[in-house]
């Protein structure tokens, strides 16, 4: 029983910011890791940034210098905060739990529903 809730998107012109926040919540006991994923129209899914429980980050090379990603392991919340925002950055953002173990479980996967982040020229 996890649930990873997601919120803060929205319309924002360019040049302007956005964050993000992902919370997983249920009986866990660790994540590995977590990130953000994001797909527009017509286009792959892909990784936008993700971070380790030891703090190690990734960035896809759009993005690097203008995003980043932050986590409170204590409260299982992952942040994407997005600044100098383009009209290409418009898209679904997923949050992504990798490796959740949860009591009586083997780890696993966990997928938030998305949050539409549009951003107008």
């Known amino acids: 029983q996890v649930q990873l809730v997601e919120s803060g998107g929205g319309l924002v012109q360019a040049g302007g910011s956005l964050r993000l926040s992902c919370a997983a919540s249920?009986?866990?006991?660790?994540?590995?890791?977590m990130g953000w994923y994001r797909q527009a129209p017509g286009k792959q899914r892909g990784l936008v940034a993700a971070i380790t429980s030891g703090g190690s980050t990734n960035y896809a090379d759009s993005v690097k210098g203008r995003f980043t990603i932050s986590r409170d392991n204590a409260k299982n919340t992952v942040y994407l905060q997005m600044n100098s925002l383009k009209p290409e950055d418009t898209a679904v953002y997923y949050c992504?739990?990798?490796?959740?173990?949860?009591?009586?479980?083997?780890?696993?996967?966990?997928w938030g529903q998305g949050t539409q982040v549009t951003v107008s020229s």
């Open positions: 249920g009986s866990i006991f660790s994540i590995n890791a």
């Open positions: 992504n739990a990798d490796r959740v173990l949860v009591r009586g479980t083997y780890p696993r996967d966990y």
